[in-house]
């Protein structure tokens, strides 16, 4: 099975070859990145912690949520439509710039989506029988960075019942990196918390 595998492959143009090598391995830790958050562990994506903040005289207001974009997860879905998109219009478009456009475009359109199924997701969740009042006094950990002094939201990971759910934070302090421990000081309103670093 490994021969037939190598002579198909060896025998694919050397584009079409880069597109079917991303392909496989992105669709390889996607399915891994499904299977990790359906059981409770796949919560956690590396995300590039830009530490901007706003400043009246920098012009960088919402950097923080633009930002927030660029997360792992994000960066494979991107990959998955891209690839996909070269595979499936390899033979329909025989412009290779073009299929490239295309390709991106698809790959931008599944990045897209996945943000808003994962909105849609979590909506319901926080319609649950969650009550988001009791995570004060909770410590938990920055998922998104939180910028300074509620000048934007990011977001934390709290522990509600046995079930780990991100939910939308602000800090009065200084902005806050991912992967940092905070505690729940105060509900903002009913899917928004108040957290200072631990």
Known sequence: MLDTFNQWYGQLDPHLRIYWSVALITTAVFVIQTALTFIGLGDSDADVDFSADSTPDGGLDGVDGAMQIFTMRNVVNFLLGLSWGGVCLWEVIPNRVLLALASVAIGLCFVGFFIFLYKQMMRLQSSGNIRIESAVGQVCQVYLRIPAGRSGTGKVQISFSGSV??????????????????????????HTLLVTPV
């Open 165 to 190: 759910q991100e939910v939308d934070a602000q800090t009065d302090g200084d902005a806050l990196p991912s992967g940092a421990r905070v505690r729940v000081s105060e509900v903002i309103d009913s």
